[in-house]
Protein backbone atom coordinates (compact mmCIF):
# COMPACT_ATOMS: atom_id res chain seq x y z
CA UNK A 1 0.00 0.00 0.00
CA UNK A 2 1.65 3.31 -0.95
CA UNK A 3 1.52 6.59 1.46
CA UNK A 4 -1.83 8.07 -1.42
CA UNK A 5 -3.65 4.82 -0.88
CA UNK A 6 -3.29 4.87 3.14
CA UNK A 7 -4.53 8.32 2.91
CA UNK A 8 -7.83 8.07 0.56
CA UNK A 9 -10.65 7.11 2.75
CA UNK A 10 -12.66 4.33 1.80
CA UNK A 11 -16.49 3.29 2.47
CA UNK A 12 -15.66 1.28 5.12
CA UNK A 13 -12.98 3.58 6.97
CA UNK A 14 -15.88 6.31 6.69
CA UNK A 15 -18.21 3.78 8.18
CA UNK A 16 -15.71 2.99 10.78
CA UNK A 17 -15.34 7.05 11.96
CA UNK A 18 -19.13 7.11 11.76
CA UNK A 19 -19.25 3.90 13.91
CA UNK A 20 -17.00 5.51 16.62
CA UNK A 21 -18.75 8.44 16.36
CA UNK A 22 -22.43 7.13 17.05
CA UNK A 23 -21.05 5.09 20.09
CA UNK A 24 -19.16 8.41 21.24
CA UNK A 25 -22.67 9.88 21.04
CA UNK A 26 -24.30 7.25 22.82
CA UNK A 27 -21.47 7.24 25.57
CA UNK A 28 -21.95 10.86 26.25
CA UNK A 29 -24.41 10.61 28.01
CA UNK A 30 -27.10 7.99 29.12
CA UNK A 31 -30.52 9.58 27.56
CA UNK A 32 -28.41 10.37 24.28
CA UNK A 33 -30.28 8.54 21.54
CA UNK A 34 -29.27 8.04 18.12
CA UNK A 35 -30.78 7.50 14.49
CA UNK A 36 -28.74 6.85 11.43
CA UNK A 37 -30.52 7.41 7.81
CA UNK A 38 -28.62 6.56 4.36
CA UNK A 39 -29.49 8.66 1.43
CA UNK A 40 -28.75 7.05 -1.68
CA UNK A 41 -29.19 8.17 -5.10
CA UNK A 42 -32.74 6.34 -5.57
CA UNK A 43 -33.62 6.03 -1.99
CA UNK A 44 -33.23 6.97 1.95
CA UNK A 45 -33.92 4.71 4.84
CA UNK A 46 -33.08 4.27 8.05
CA UNK A 47 -29.86 1.93 9.04
CA UNK A 48 -30.70 2.61 12.75
CA UNK A 49 -33.15 1.67 14.53
CA UNK A 50 -34.37 -1.17 11.83
CA UNK A 51 -37.84 -0.86 11.38
CA UNK A 52 -38.19 -4.46 12.65
CA UNK A 53 -36.79 -4.27 15.46
CA UNK A 54 -38.90 -4.87 18.69
CA UNK A 55 -37.98 -3.50 21.82
CA UNK A 56 -38.70 -6.11 23.72
CA UNK A 57 -37.33 -8.70 21.76
CA UNK A 58 -34.19 -7.43 21.93
CA UNK A 59 -34.64 -7.01 25.61
CA UNK A 60 -35.13 -10.97 25.51
CA UNK A 61 -32.03 -11.54 23.51
CA UNK A 62 -30.32 -9.47 25.53
CA UNK A 63 -29.80 -12.34 28.42
CA UNK A 64 -27.35 -14.37 25.52
CA UNK A 65 -23.61 -13.12 26.02
CA UNK A 66 -22.09 -10.51 24.72
CA UNK A 67 -18.29 -10.79 24.60
CA UNK A 68 -18.75 -8.14 27.55
CA UNK A 69 -19.36 -5.66 24.90
CA UNK A 70 -22.48 -2.72 26.05
CA UNK A 71 -25.32 -4.25 24.52
CA UNK A 72 -26.58 -0.95 23.14
CA UNK A 73 -23.24 -0.48 21.09
CA UNK A 74 -23.54 -3.86 19.75
CA UNK A 75 -26.88 -3.98 19.03
CA UNK A 76 -26.32 -0.82 16.90
CA UNK A 77 -23.21 -1.55 15.12
CA UNK A 78 -24.30 -5.03 14.08
CA UNK A 79 -27.77 -3.36 12.92
CA UNK A 80 -26.08 -0.59 10.76
CA UNK A 81 -23.41 -3.70 9.41
CA UNK A 82 -26.54 -5.52 7.69
CA UNK A 83 -28.16 -2.76 6.69
CA UNK A 84 -25.62 -1.51 4.74
CA UNK A 85 -24.43 -4.92 3.50
CA UNK A 86 -27.86 -5.20 2.21
CA UNK A 87 -27.35 -1.67 0.69
CA UNK A 88 -24.89 -2.49 -1.07
CA UNK A 89 -25.51 -5.67 -2.50
CA UNK A 90 -29.11 -4.44 -3.45
CA UNK A 91 -27.30 -1.57 -5.52
CA UNK A 92 -25.30 -3.72 -7.65
CA UNK A 93 -27.80 -3.28 -10.85
CA UNK A 94 -28.82 0.03 -9.92
CA UNK A 95 -27.35 2.89 -11.87
CA UNK A 96 -25.58 5.53 -9.79
CA UNK A 97 -25.74 9.35 -9.82
CA UNK A 98 -23.36 11.08 -7.91
CA UNK A 99 -26.39 12.45 -5.93
CA UNK A 100 -28.57 11.63 -3.22
CA UNK A 101 -31.69 12.14 -1.96
CA UNK A 102 -30.75 14.21 0.79
CA UNK A 103 -34.40 16.28 0.64
CA UNK A 104 -36.07 13.22 1.63
CA UNK A 105 -33.54 12.08 4.14
CA UNK A 106 -33.57 15.02 6.31
CA UNK A 107 -37.49 14.92 6.17
CA UNK A 108 -37.46 11.54 7.55
CA UNK A 109 -34.83 12.80 10.38
CA UNK A 110 -37.45 15.57 10.97
CA UNK A 111 -40.44 13.07 11.23
CA UNK A 112 -38.29 10.81 13.89
CA UNK A 113 -37.34 13.80 15.80
CA UNK A 114 -41.12 14.93 15.99
CA UNK A 115 -41.93 11.13 16.80
CA UNK A 116 -39.53 11.15 19.74
CA UNK A 117 -40.31 14.83 20.98
CA UNK A 118 -43.95 13.57 21.51
CA UNK A 119 -42.83 9.99 23.05
CA UNK A 120 -40.67 11.98 25.07
CA UNK A 121 -41.50 12.16 29.28
CA UNK A 122 -43.52 14.97 30.60
CA UNK A 123 -40.50 18.03 32.07
CA UNK A 124 -38.19 16.41 29.63
CA UNK A 125 -37.19 18.65 26.66
CA UNK A 126 -35.30 17.11 24.22
CA UNK A 127 -32.33 18.69 21.96
CA UNK A 128 -31.98 17.24 18.54
CA UNK A 129 -29.57 18.02 16.42
CA UNK A 130 -28.89 16.46 12.62
CA UNK A 131 -25.54 15.51 10.88
CA UNK A 132 -25.61 15.23 7.25
CA UNK A 133 -21.81 13.64 6.45
CA UNK A 134 -21.84 14.34 2.31
CA UNK A 135 -19.72 12.91 -0.15
CA UNK A 136 -22.18 13.42 -3.03
CA UNK A 137 -22.92 17.32 -5.15
CA UNK A 138 -25.88 19.04 -4.93
CA UNK A 139 -28.62 18.87 -7.01
CA UNK A 140 -30.50 22.12 -7.30
CA UNK A 141 -33.67 19.99 -8.36
CA UNK A 142 -34.45 18.98 -4.75
CA UNK A 143 -33.96 22.77 -3.58
CA UNK A 144 -37.94 23.23 -2.79
CA UNK A 145 -37.99 20.15 -1.00
CA UNK A 146 -34.42 20.80 0.94
CA UNK A 147 -35.28 24.59 1.58
CA UNK A 148 -38.50 23.17 2.80
CA UNK A 149 -36.86 20.65 4.80
CA UNK A 150 -34.78 23.44 6.54
CA UNK A 151 -37.24 25.83 7.35
CA UNK A 152 -39.33 23.34 9.28
CA UNK A 153 -36.19 22.18 11.60
CA UNK A 154 -35.27 25.77 12.36
CA UNK A 155 -39.15 25.99 13.75
CA UNK A 156 -38.42 23.17 15.56
CA UNK A 157 -35.20 24.25 16.90
CA UNK A 158 -33.36 21.55 14.97
CA UNK A 159 -29.83 22.26 14.56
CA UNK A 160 -28.16 21.21 11.20
CA UNK A 161 -24.54 19.93 11.01
CA UNK A 162 -22.67 19.28 7.84
CA UNK A 163 -19.45 17.38 7.32
CA UNK A 164 -18.55 17.87 3.48
CA UNK A 165 -15.87 15.08 2.00
CA UNK A 166 -16.01 16.34 -1.40
CA UNK A 167 -17.67 18.98 -3.26
CA UNK A 168 -18.97 21.96 -1.45
CA UNK A 169 -22.66 22.37 -0.88
CA UNK A 170 -24.32 25.51 -1.06
CA UNK A 171 -27.53 23.87 -0.06
CA UNK A 172 -26.12 22.47 2.94
CA UNK A 173 -24.52 25.92 3.62
CA UNK A 174 -27.53 27.81 3.69
CA UNK A 175 -29.24 25.09 6.01
CA UNK A 176 -26.26 25.09 8.59
CA UNK A 177 -26.50 28.79 9.16
CA UNK A 178 -30.32 28.94 8.93
CA UNK A 179 -30.57 26.72 12.33
CA UNK A 180 -27.21 27.61 13.33
CA UNK A 181 -25.60 24.70 13.10
CA UNK A 182 -22.06 23.89 11.67
CA UNK A 183 -20.71 23.47 8.09
CA UNK A 184 -17.44 22.07 7.27
CA UNK A 185 -15.94 21.00 4.33
CA UNK A 186 -12.87 18.68 5.87
CA UNK A 187 -9.37 19.69 4.22
CA UNK A 188 -8.46 16.35 4.77
CA UNK A 189 -11.14 13.26 4.49
CA UNK A 190 -8.84 10.30 5.65
CA UNK A 191 -8.74 12.28 9.05
CA UNK A 192 -12.99 11.76 9.28
CA UNK A 193 -12.60 10.81 12.59
CA UNK A 194 -11.17 13.92 14.03
CA UNK A 195 -13.50 15.96 12.57
CA UNK A 196 -16.53 14.23 13.46
CA UNK A 197 -15.18 13.97 17.43
CA UNK A 198 -13.56 17.79 17.40
CA UNK A 199 -16.23 19.64 15.71
CA UNK A 200 -19.34 17.82 15.55
CA UNK A 201 -19.70 15.62 18.99
CA UNK A 202 -20.01 18.76 21.09
CA UNK A 203 -23.58 20.20 21.48
CA UNK A 204 -24.01 23.86 20.47
CA UNK A 205 -24.21 25.01 23.33
CA UNK A 206 -20.36 23.88 24.61
CA UNK A 207 -19.11 24.63 20.62
CA UNK A 208 -19.38 28.48 21.86
CA UNK A 209 -16.33 27.62 24.12
CA UNK A 210 -14.45 25.94 21.71
CA UNK A 211 -12.06 27.52 19.26
CA UNK A 212 -14.05 25.53 16.31
CA UNK A 213 -12.83 26.50 12.60
CA UNK A 214 -14.91 29.97 11.47
CA UNK A 215 -18.06 29.66 9.63
CA UNK A 216 -17.69 29.89 5.84
CA UNK A 217 -19.34 32.44 3.03
CA UNK A 218 -22.89 31.48 2.58
CA UNK A 219 -23.78 30.73 -0.68
CA UNK A 220 -27.21 32.33 -0.56
CA UNK A 221 -27.91 31.37 -4.32
CA UNK A 222 -31.64 29.82 -5.06
CA UNK A 223 -33.00 27.84 -7.66
CA UNK A 224 -35.53 29.21 -10.26
CA UNK A 225 -38.31 27.15 -10.09
CA UNK A 226 -38.31 26.94 -13.90
CA UNK A 227 -35.01 25.46 -15.07
CA UNK A 228 -33.75 24.47 -11.49
CA UNK A 229 -30.81 26.44 -11.76
CA UNK A 230 -28.98 28.15 -9.32
CA UNK A 231 -29.23 32.13 -9.59
CA UNK A 232 -27.87 35.15 -8.28
CA UNK A 233 -30.48 37.85 -9.69
CA UNK A 234 -33.88 36.99 -10.67
CA UNK A 235 -37.56 37.38 -10.70
CA UNK A 236 -39.52 37.03 -7.82
CA UNK A 237 -43.24 36.43 -7.60
CA UNK A 238 -44.77 39.39 -5.78
CA UNK A 239 -48.11 36.87 -4.72
CA UNK A 240 -46.25 32.96 -3.64
CA UNK A 241 -42.54 34.11 -3.79
CA UNK A 242 -41.62 31.75 -6.56
CA UNK A 243 -38.29 32.41 -7.99
CA UNK A 244 -37.83 32.84 -12.41
CA UNK A 245 -34.91 33.25 -14.19
CA UNK A 246 -36.80 35.00 -16.68
CA UNK A 247 -39.57 37.14 -16.87
CA UNK A 248 -43.20 36.01 -17.51
CA UNK A 249 -46.43 37.47 -17.27
CA UNK A 250 -47.95 34.66 -15.79
CA UNK A 251 -46.54 32.85 -12.64
CA UNK A 252 -46.35 29.18 -13.35
CA UNK A 253 -46.66 27.87 -9.53
CA UNK A 254 -50.04 30.11 -8.46
CA UNK A 255 -51.09 31.43 -12.31
CA UNK A 256 -51.36 35.01 -11.07
CA UNK A 257 -51.01 37.09 -14.09
CA UNK A 258 -49.16 40.06 -13.75
CA UNK A 259 -49.71 43.88 -15.70
CA UNK A 260 -47.08 44.59 -17.64
CA UNK A 261 -46.89 48.37 -16.35
CA UNK A 262 -45.45 51.16 -18.75
CA UNK A 263 -42.35 53.51 -17.31
CA UNK A 264 -43.83 55.79 -14.95
CA UNK A 265 -42.66 58.68 -16.81
CA UNK A 266 -45.20 58.07 -19.80
CA UNK A 267 -47.33 57.53 -17.36
CA UNK A 268 -46.96 60.90 -15.77
CA UNK A 269 -47.04 62.55 -19.36
CA UNK A 270 -50.27 60.57 -20.49
CA UNK A 271 -51.83 61.62 -16.93
CA UNK A 272 -51.04 65.32 -17.24
CA UNK A 273 -52.21 65.15 -21.23
CA UNK A 274 -55.76 64.32 -19.37
CA UNK A 275 -56.30 66.34 -16.79
CA UNK A 276 -55.46 69.10 -19.87
ZN1 LIG B 1 -35.21 29.24 -14.89
ZN1 LIG C 1 -46.79 33.13 -7.90
Redesign the pocket.
Known sequence: MNKNQEKQLTLSKCLDSLMVFANSHLMMHHMNKLAIISAHSNASFFLYPKRSSNENVQAVNGDESHDGKYELFERMNEDVKTEIKDLVLNSVEVEFENDSLIAGALSMSLCYIHRMEKECPVGIKLSARVLVIKAADDNPAQYMNFMNSVFTAQKQNVVIDACILESDSGLLQQACDITGGMYLKIPQPAGLLQYLLWVYLPDPVSREKLNLPPRVQVDYRAACFCHRNLIDIGYV??????IFCNFSPI??????TFKIMAPPKLAKKKSKKAAG
Not at 237 to 242: G, N, R
Not at 251 to 256: L, N
Request: charge should be neutral.
Open positions: CSVCLSCSTCQT
